[in-house]
Nanobody, 119 residues
């Protein structure tokens, strides 16, 4: 069993910034699909951003231009730099990882989340 560990959440004023981290060890970030999801109370889980094994990065329209996902393969760590935060960004943020099979990424591994609150 592999569990990812998120960190970096907290409370910030609108317009502020936070950087989330996700430790993927022992999974090597260079060979796994990586993604960020978030879930606000009473709402379904929402995809935020992803990096696949070919280094392609994608973002939800709601965060494009404000959030930047990246990974440090030497540290086996995934990051999410969040700028110009809005109250609607308030949610529990989760990272996920898994192998790519054909065109699909299978996110088998998840963290337990880190809370982001924007006021």
């Amino acid at each position: 069993h592999v569990q990812l560990v998120e960190s970096g959440g907290g409370s910030v004023q609108a317009g502020g910034s936070l950087r989330l981290s996700c430790a993927t060890s022992p999974l090597p970030t260079s060979r796994y699909c990586l993604a960020w999801f978030r879930q606000a109370p009473g709402k379904e889980r929402e995809w935020v951003s992803s990096i696949n094994t070919s280094e392609e990065t994608d973002y939800a329209d709601s965060v494009a231009g404000r959030f930047t996902a990246s990974r440090d393969n030497a540290k086996n760590t995934l990051y999410l730099q969040m700028n110009s935060l809005k109250p609607d960004d308030t949610a529990m943020y989760y990272c996920a990882a898994g192998p790519k099979w054909g065109a699909d990424c299978e996110y088998n591994y998840w963290g337990h989340g880190t809370q982001v609150t924007v006021s």
